[in-house]
């Protein structure tokens, strides 16, 4: 999480502040919902692991994937397997230790 941390951020005079730009988060948001990703479901051809979090980052609906999308993406994406982990966030299912996720990511690498 420091890593994470140290790379998203710069020391100004005073503190620290981020290193993206307030614009570049505006353009972001706006142009989320231009394009339609399950377009590209099918067409998605390698083993495919989805790795689901539970709990929103702010508040418990604001899911990154949520659980109707993640139902869509393992119907739609040929070789798909889909794992939700209980009480993990955007953020926490990459940086705090989880066991299960990392033994699921293990097996899945496995698999032929």
Known sequence: METYFRYEVEEVQGGLRSRVHPK?????????????SSQFYKK???PTLILR??????SQDDLVLPEEVAERMVL?????????LEGMNHYSILFQ????RDQ?????????
């Open 53 to 58: 979090a539970t709990k929103g980052s702010l």
């Open 104 to 112: 699921v990511i293990l097996e899945f690498l496995k698999e032929d």
């Open 24 to 36: 570049q988060i505006e353009e972001e948001v706006q142009n989320l919902g231009k394009v339609d």
């Open 44 to 46: 998605v051809t390698s």
């Open 97 to 100: 230790p989880n066991k299960k």
């Open 76 to 84: 739609e994406i040929p070789k798909a397997k889909r794992v939700d």
